[in-house]
């Protein structure tokens, strides 16, 4: 009787996995679409929330591109991996959806640490890669010139010359700077930069040294600052460390004439600041609140997919990152990479962001969309683009107002 | 002499340390009494951090009310942790116990990562922000708060431990449980307690933790480094120790981040500098342990 049993337990198995290989045949067939992979990082707590905004974005495209009915007569297959914030799993993640997933497409990225050590890596395959993220040229000067390689963050450059070309606004002068930065090729490279920038100006800087990314703890650091009584605190950092900076510096009553930092839009800055997180200023690529057109009907949809969100400007980054691949599809006819990137080439896209064209950078890049940076300020709660002028819906406050009196 | 920045420095130190002494309390008592090093010890100050967030958000419970409801809640969350994962291993090799205590840690920490994001999560209150100034120096509202329950948490503990009855059954067993329950002492049930009361610790240094800083999945994992660097410090199972063993933590980092050139970058690889630095010179701790 046993033996019966088991033999007839054996043969079940046996049945159920000759049909799940035909189930799995069929779907395979069936299952013709154009494949784009997305590496994020969705779960170190830094990164973590401009990854889910990129996730977000990406999805309101897929959306549409899936709805109008795909491209090529195909739909279109999003697979998002995860890169934890660790550069091994980065690598390993961009290396499966190459060569498993076979995408004909490699989307997404953000951390300049992460995108270096998996650029290295991919690079022998020659993938045709529309990045995202990454600011550090570092990443520039080593694959810019790769004629495969896209990018549409700009570059830390971008970002410092923007930083000293608004303190030349500001009057009175400020002539004092602390600089204080992450320690991973994001923070290092812009404070290159930023110091060289600034010192060939004339600006002074008191304070200039590292800190690890999500420490607990800011306030020796603070206090050090505090100690060298810059007009100007300038701090490159991941989102958890600007909520504490701000904290702790209230807490220890730490005074500059301004606060001054990189990407304060995120979504969680007002819910984990409130009113301490005022006057802050920052350099960035774009806020919901900018005058375009485009931005205004995208926000609307924005609206209707996420109700009662606020979106930082890597939403609509991912967003025209996966519009703009499919539209040099449609564009290419192919999904054929010489011809993918032949098309790449030539695109002239009206995005959220404003128009994306793919132009040759400062220091080596070949494909560089984004370019232009703005300033902005919190002022009662809302953000306020204040430089350049051209852009600026507000009017900055400065100097900032002592804790106290606030 | 820069008078005020020393004394900010010192300020800032001490107040650190107690939010790292309410973490490492509970890690203390376990394995004072159970001999048994928890790896998910953070993760329980984790989830408290988390019980203090959603009691916030859902219920509006200000998190200073939410110290003793968390605790609670963490208390009834190590009871069965206990008795279905810590209870089976208590014989085994210590290399089995600390594979299990570090599984659960994994699973713990991804299991809020699915449940709760990545996200950081930071509660404000109206103060969040505010600060006394003493003189020259400022010290932050909450962070005094953290501080001096800490301080009452461990005062707390000991009376446990000397006055109470079921207090002196844990520091007996913990001295020889053979003896222990030849004596009458239901040993099951003082480990079961123990550990009970290590978790509510944890959860209510949790609620602090959420104040202090934000929550997010790893925040135990992060602590629990420095609380292990605390043991060390302090002597393995004393608690008293581990007071003593946070100042010392919390005023090196404090005074390295503010004077040592770059120290901003060294504050946070000094408590395992310091591991290192002790395990060679004096391997039972500073303070020695409560077995010596």
């Known amino acids: 009787m046993k033996k019966k049993g088991v033999r007839f337990i054996l043969g079940l198995f046996g049945i159920g996995l000759i049909l799940g290989g035909f189930l799995n045949g069929g779907s395979v067939m069936a299952q013709d679409t154009i494949k784009i992979g997305a590496v994020l990082p969705l779960s170190k707590a830094a990164f973590a929330q401009a990854g889910e905004e990129q996730r977000r974005g990406l999805l309101m495209a897929l959306e549409e591109i899936n709805q109008a009915g795909g491209v090529l007569g195909k739909k279109v297959e999003l697979i998002i991996e995860d890169d934890t914030g660790e550069p091994s799993v980065g690598i390993a993640a961009a290396e499966k959806l190459l060569t498993r997933d076979k995408v004909v497409a490699l989307i997404g990225g953000y951390s300049s640490t992460i995108t270096f050590a998996q650029l290295n890596a991919i690079q022998r395959l020659e993938p045709f890669v529309a990045w995202v993220g990454a600011s550090s040229t570092k990443v520039e000067h080593e694959f810019g010139p790769k004629r495969w390689f896209f990018h549409y963050h700009p570059w830390d450059y971008h970002r410092q010359s923007t930083i000293r070309d608004f303190l030349l606004t500001i009057s009175p002068r400020p002539k004092t700077i602390a600089v204080a930065y992450e320690d991973g090729i994001y923070g290092t490279t812009s404070r290159d930069y930023v110091v060289k920038y600034l010192k060939e100006k004339g600006f002074e800087i008191v304070f200039d040294e590292r800190f690890k990314s999500g420490s607990s703890d800011f306030t020796p650091m603070l206090t050090k600052i505090k100690k060298a009584n810059p007009d100007v605190i300038y701090w490159v950092a991941y989102a958890g460390d600007t909520t504490l900076i701000m904290k702790q510096s209230k807490e220890i009553d730490f005074n500059p004439k301004l606060f001054l930092s990189v990407a304060i839009n995120f979504p969680q800055y007002k819910d984990s600041l409130g009113a301490t997180g005022d006057y802050v200023g920052g350099v960035d690529v774009w806020i919901p609140g900018m005058k375009l057109q485009e931005t205004v009907k995208w926000m609307e949809k924005f609206k209707k997919a996420y109700p009662g969100r606020t979106p930082e400007y890597w939403v609509p980054l991912a967003y025209t990152n996966l519009l703009t691949v499919v539209d040099a599809i449609k564009r290419a006819g192919s999904t054929e990479k010489e011809k993918l990137i032949a098309a790449m080439e030539k695109t002239d896209y009206n995005s959220p962001l404003g128009k994306m064209t793919f132009k040759k950078s400062e220091e080596g890049g070949l494909h560089q969309a984004i370019d232009e940076q703005i300033i902005t300020q919190w002022q009662a709660g809302v953000s306020h683009v204040v430089y350049p002028a051209s852009k600026a819906t507000g009017k900055l406050i400065y100097p900032t107002p002592d804790w106290k009196n606030r | ?292």
């Not at chain 2, 602590?223 to 004393?238: E, H, P, Q, R, V």
């Not at chain 2, 390295?256 to 010179?281: C, D, K, Q, R």
Request: hydrophobic share 55%; proline share 4%; glycine share 12%.
């Open chain 2, 1 to 292: 002499m820069d008078w005020a920045s020393f004394l900010q420095s010192l300020a800032n130190g001490i107040l650190i340390a107690g939010l790292y002494a309410a973490v490492t309390l509970g890690l203390t008592l376990v394995l004072g009494v159970m001999g048994i090093v928890n790896f998910a010890h953070g993760e329980l100050v984790m989830l408290g951090a988390y019980s203090t967030f959603w009691l916030f958000t859902l219920l509006g419970i200000d998190p200073m009310l939410s110290i003793p409801m968390s605790g609670l809640i963490l208390f009834f969350i190590g009871l069965p942790i206990y008795r279905f994962t810590i209870r089976p291993i208590l014989k085994d090799p210590p290399l089995n116990q600390l594979l299990l205590t570090l599984g659960i840690s994994i699973f713990l920490q991804n299991l809020a990562m699915i449940l709760w994001k990545a996200d950081s999560r930071a509660v404000i209150t109206s103060y969040s922000g505010m600060s006394l100034h003493l003189g020259m120096v400022h010290v932050g509202l909450t962070r005094l708060v953290t501080f001096l329950i800490a301080v009452t948490l461990t005062i707390f503990l000991i009376l446990f431990l000397y006055k109470a009855r079921p207090g002196r059954a844990m520091r007996a067993v913990s001295e020889n449980n053979t003896a222990s329950w030849l004596i009458g002492i239901n040993v099951q049930k003082t480990y079961l307690l123990a550990f009970g009361v290590a978790s509510g610790l944890a959860g209510a240094s949790g609620a602090l933790v959420s104040t202090i800083m934000y929550t997010f999945p790893m925040v135990g994992f992060k602590l629990s480094l420095k609380a292990f660097c605390i043991l060390i410090l302090g002597g393995l199972g004393n608690i008293p120790g581990a007071l003593f063993g946070s100042l010392i933590l919390g005023l090196t980092e404090s005074f390295v981040g503010t004077y040592a050139p770059e120290g901003s970058g060294w504050a946070e690889g000094i408590s395992f500098m310091l591991i290192m630095v002790i395990l060679i010179i004096k391997p039972t701790g500073l303070a020695g342990t409560r077995r010596e």
